[in-house]
């Protein structure tokens, strides 16, 4: 799996998710954002992202493939789990265009 994002990237989270019900829930807030601080890649290809959040537990394991990884003082995120916030940017103006055109058509039918 390829890295989705750069060091030091701005992120919005889109999923906060808990995968398994009986760990502790996901501190993290959809529609929050966030910066890259650190990534790292599993032996699996799978790629997590370090956003500043501090771990609770000195082990967690890979979204993935679950193996047992030391997390170094870090939680670390599927990074599936943020989107760049100049995508979630460039939806806003699309809507925003979109909101435009409308009134246009509006304006112009009222004419008739
Ligand atoms: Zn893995």
Redesign the pocket.
């Known amino acids: 799996m390829k890295a989705l994002f750069e060091l030091g990237q701005e992120v919005v989270c889109v999923d906060a998710k808990c995968n398994r019900p009986h760990l502790i829930p996901v501190p993290l807030v959809e529609g929050n954002y966030y910066r890259i601080t650190a990534m790292r890649v ?3 290809g ?1 790629v997590t992202v370090d956003v500043g959040i501090k771990s609770i537990t000195q082990f967690g394991c ?1 979204p ?2 679950s ?1 047992r990884v030391e997390q170094f003082g870090s939680w670390w995120f599927n990074q599936s789990r943020f989107a760049p916030i100049d995508h979630i940017k460039e939806i806003e103006k699309l809507k925003e265009s979109l909101t435009i055109t409308e009134h246009a058509i509006q304006k112009e039918a009222s004419y008739n």
């Open positions: 599993c032996s699996c799978q890979c993935k493939c193996m």
